[in-house]
């Protein structure tokens, strides 16, 4: 019977479980055969380039995409024949907002609860609970199209949250934000994540995955290239250390081959040249003491930016 | 774990027997949806209503004392009036049917991504398009309605009650082919495909005169018209002659509903669920 392992208590499915993942849009494989676990309550991330093959992914989860190789599950149920009934239980953010632009605040919330079946007593409940959550409340019935894009960002994320979903999809959530914005929807989340709620979250921005997954992915070129917890993966790819120095415009050229051998490693971008090392300010002298005068310099933590550069030979911000 | 609202448990059996189950979890919040939406637009559902009207009261005027009778469906002459009545009604109910599923589902389609919102809850395309083809049929209905109100204060026929439902019919058929169809089209500017199949469907689908005018040569090219379906068979209905050939006409509607709504699910779930 619990042959999805459904309920089963002592050994509970993974929230999703991918193996041998493979999307292809014509010749091009945008997800080149992924192994992802999420367990249940856990944050996890999705960390990659534009074009790494994060969205696409994400699509599949949602059960919106069909997967053109390899197996999936999501809640324990195959997306291809359980469909509906897996989306019925998660909610999605997509990348870029869908919001109803022919309703209002609220309706929007009502509208997208009732495809899920809601009762219309309970999604006129859960819509204003969901606007104190999203801080429109004010803005309950004006119309979705003059709303800040903050604020779209915003409604879209309550709304995805209108059928109580155990497992919440969410790509990119905070692009467009301001900080500020960006603080509160953080710290929803994690009021989430205190509730039960597994979240599976696509990101460009290292400071966002370090403060919310337990555990990441990098991805590149729809690959997996690496996967751990943060520090783990800080741990594992970078120094403890890394000492950033700045040149004037076009003083850059040459001055790498000056001091590389003082750090473990290093990497040249088209601004700074990053030194790689245990002790910032031991480096930093070194520098010093061989003549190298770069105008500024700083030393910092490592942090996933670098492990990110590490593994793909490229930066994330550009 | 938050417990789930009971309203959201596992499909029926029914549902789980029917192969459609797995697609369909009930069209009617997408057309709830569309009420909402219109909520507040009453007056374009009054010009909807308006305009076959102001046609009838023209003809009426106008052709009534000029033409005065013709051959009616079973050959016994009628007020030029009563004759062109129902098939004004079943052109409007074309003209209202393609109106609604063409641009506004464009609209949703390509730029407002809608159907994308829908699809990413346990709705699915075969939701969507019963949904929106639903919605076009109601807002439909409700012109018909009161076209047939209208209509027998000036006929004074009660057969013309049973034009309502053959009506529905009629924008059931091309809201479904409408809908397909606009889910073909790349730019707004496409539209004007539509509307050049539209306008002689409108005019030679012996609409305006008997399909006996055509000589034998085109009469067939009128026939294959799936307006002229629904004109003949209101016209019949609201002489009170009913005939078998009637038959024929309701399963040609009903056929191109039916391959309409398959089409558009089908090209639904080809473009949104890559
Ligand atoms: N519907 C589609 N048709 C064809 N190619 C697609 C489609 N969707 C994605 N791709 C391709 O798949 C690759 C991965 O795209 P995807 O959107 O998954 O990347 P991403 O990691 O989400 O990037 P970003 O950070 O820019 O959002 C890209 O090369 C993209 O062009
Ligand atoms: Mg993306």
Known sequence: ?318 | MRTMDTTQRAPGLVLRILPFGRYTRGPGSVVERSMRVHSRTWVIMVSGFAEPVVYLVAFQIGFGALVGQVAGPGGQPVDYVAFVAPALLAASAMNGAIFETTYPVFFKLRYAKVYDAMLATPLGPVDIALGEISWAVIRGGAYSVAFVVVMMGLVGSPFALLLVPAALLVSFAFASVGMALSTFLRSPSQFDYIRLMVMPLFLFSATFYPVSVYPDSVRWLVQVSPLYHGVELMRGLAAGVLDPSMIGHIGVLAALAAVGVAATSRRIGALLLG
């Not at chain 1, 209002?104 to 609970?129: D, M, P």
């Not at chain 1, 979903?165 to 301001?178: K, M, S």
């Open chain 1, 1 to 318: 019977m619990a042959r999805d392992g459904e309920g089963d208590e002592r050994e509970p499915h993974p929230m999703v479980s991918g193996k041998a993942l493979v999307k292809r849009f014509g010749g091009i494989a945008a997800v080149a055969g992924i192994d992802v676990e999420v367990r249940r309550g856990e944050s996890f991330g999705f960390l990659g380039p534009n074009g790494a093959g994060k969205s696409s992914t994400m699509r599949m989860i949602a059960c919106v995409s069909p997967r053109s190789d390899g197996e999936l599950r999501v809640l324990g149920m195959d997306p291809e024949t359980d469909g509906p009934r897996i989306r019925a239980r998660i909610g999605v953010v997509p990348q870029l907002d869908n919001l109803d632009v022919e309703l209002t605040v609220r309706q929007n919330l009502q509208v997208y609860g009732r495809y899920f079946g809601l009762s219309r007593a309970h999604v006129r409940a859960k819509a204003v609970e969901l606007m104190a959550f999203a801080e429109l409340s004010d803005r309950a019935d004006d119309q979705v199209e003059p709303l800040s894009g903050g604020m779209k960002r915003r409604l879209t994320i309550a709304r995805s949250m209108v059928n109580d979903p155990e497992l919440l999809l969410l790509d990119e959530p905070t692009t467009g934000l301001d900080p500020q914005a960006r603080h509160l929807l953080w710290g929803r989340l994690y009021q989430l994540k205190q509730q039960g709620v597994t979240q599976i979250i696509t990101t460009h921005d290292m400071h966002e995955a370090e403060q919310l997954c337990d555990r990441l992915v990098v991805m590149d070129g729809g690959q997996i290239v690496a996967e751990g917890s943060p520090s783990n993966l800080i741990g594992r790819f970078s120094t403890r250390e890394v000492l950033e120095l700045r040149f004037a415009p076009g003083k850059q050229d040459g001055q790498i081959t000056r001091v590389a051998d003082l750090a473990d490693r290093h990497e040249v971008l088209p601004d700074r040249l990053l030194l790689y090392a245990d002790d910032g300010e031991a480096t930093l002298e070194a520098v010093h003491a061989r003549g190298v005068r770069p105008v500024s310099t700083l030393i910092r933590r490592s942090t996933l930016e670098d492990v990110f550069l590490r593994l793909t030979g490229r930066s994330l911000v550009e």
